[in-house]
């Protein structure tokens, strides 16, 4: 059995990465119009997962492990080399990160800009890089699809001069049923643009919950962003895995928050992204 597949104890079933879901419960689109499958665009859902709630259900909540953001470890792992930030941290010059996304980059959830990834992510990575100047850039735009964001990337993220672009994408085109040849074109098109100006990518898949799942079908635009990642030498940072696992193992309970507590969940969420986001930089550079 893989490291991924060592599941925290439940009632878990046969796992594959990105896969993950007890084995009693059987997970499928809503359907509409007798036959046909259709996706639901609905504009609530682009501030996605930590927003939609019911009262907890009666099951006693599961243990909490010592660490609420461990995952194992080949979901956060960076597979390919960082040369272009490694190279700027050799020479201890600054390191300039762009994190390039939509609401969860911006915030959304988060009870303030301060509590989103991004900043995050700087805060953490400043600590395992003791002495290098980290800059992180929030340039995250709701509601955008992965074509919009390519037509900006020249002003909001080139002209920056990063070394580093985190690309966080997919879940507007899922919501709003963009072909995916077309959103695995405008991927490609923006690392191209990227690479020509000697920036490293990470791409970042979509957020999870279970009730998302029901309404939407991720996997089609994963598994594009995952070949365009392949075919362009750039690394994915497993969000939707990540979140999954959480999501099975008791660690953070999107659906069945009080609305009250959704900021505070939020951030911890955050917290973990960007912990988890500069453990792979950082196993990049070093």
């Excluded at 665009?41 to 660490?67: G, K």
């Excluded at 300039?96 to 303030?112: C, E, L, M, N, P």
């Excluded at 909001?156 to 690309?167: G, K, Q, T, Y």
Aim: aromatic share 8%; with cysteine.
């Amino acid at each position: 059995m893989t490291e991924k597949q060592k599941l925290p104890p439940g009632q878990f079933g046969k796992m594959q990465p990105n896969k993950m879901r007890p084995a009693n419960v059987r997970l499928s689109r809503l359907r509409f119009s007798g036959w046909r499958w259709c996706y639901v665009a609905v504009p609530a859902l682009l501030a996605v997962v930590l927003v939609l709630a019911r009262p907890a259900d009666s099951a006693a909540p599961a243990q909490q492990p010592a660490d609420i953001c461990a995952v194992p470890s080949d979901y956060a792992a960076a597979s390919l080399p960082m040369r272009h930030i490694r190279a700027q941290y050799k020479a201890g010059k600054p390191i300039r990160i762009v994190a390039f996304g939509t609401s969860s980059t911006a915030g959304s959830g988060a009870a303030t800009r301060a509590d989103a990834y991004p900043a995050k992510l700087q805060s953490a990575l400043a600590k395992l890089l003791p002495g290098a100047k980290v800059i992180v850039i929030n340039q995250g735009i709701g509601g955008q699809s992965s074509r919009q964001m390519v037509d900006r990337i020249e002003d909001d993220v080139v002209a920056l001069e990063p070394s580093l672009v985190i690309w966080q994408t997919g879940t507007v085109d899922t919501v709003n049923n963009v072909d995916v040849e077309e959103f695995g074109n405008a991927i490609s098109q923006g690392i191209d643009i990227l690479h020509k100006e000697d920036i490293d990518v990470v791409l970042m898949n979509m957020q999870y919950s279970r009730r998302m799942e029901l309404l939407l079908n991720y996997d089609p635009y994963d598994d594009m962003m995952g070949a365009m990642a392949a075919q362009s030498d750039v690394a994915v940072f497993d969000r939707l895995g990540i979140m999954k696992y959480w999501a099975y193992s008791g660690r953070f309970d999107y659906d069945n928050v009080p609305r009250k507590d959704r900021p505070q969940l939020a951030a911890k969420v955050h917290g973990c992204l960007g912990r988890l986001l500069a453990e792979m930089i950082y196993k990049a550079v070093r």
